[in-house]
């Protein structure tokens, strides 16, 4: 889940630079869309690949708006 915890409205958000094909993205509340102060949206990102004892497995995105603001950039890993 992603909350506006500022005092200001976003910008209108999109989801970038995601994801790996072992990674899937779902259920996004947050694209398309402008968080109001003490707003929310939420996403799913789910691990996806099949993988044998001690692989590994990275992506990152961002939450970026309109105006070019990177709100929130996350790096999730896998591990087998």
Known sequence: MVTNEGTGATGTLTVANCCTPYFFWANDTCTGNALAPGEACLFELTFNGGCN????????????????????????????
Not at 63 to 77: P, Q
């Open 53 to 80: 004892p001690g692989d590994k497995f990275d992506t990152s995105l961002d939450i970026v708006a309109d105006s070019g603001v990177d709100y929130i950039h996350l790096d999730a890993h896998a591990f087998c």
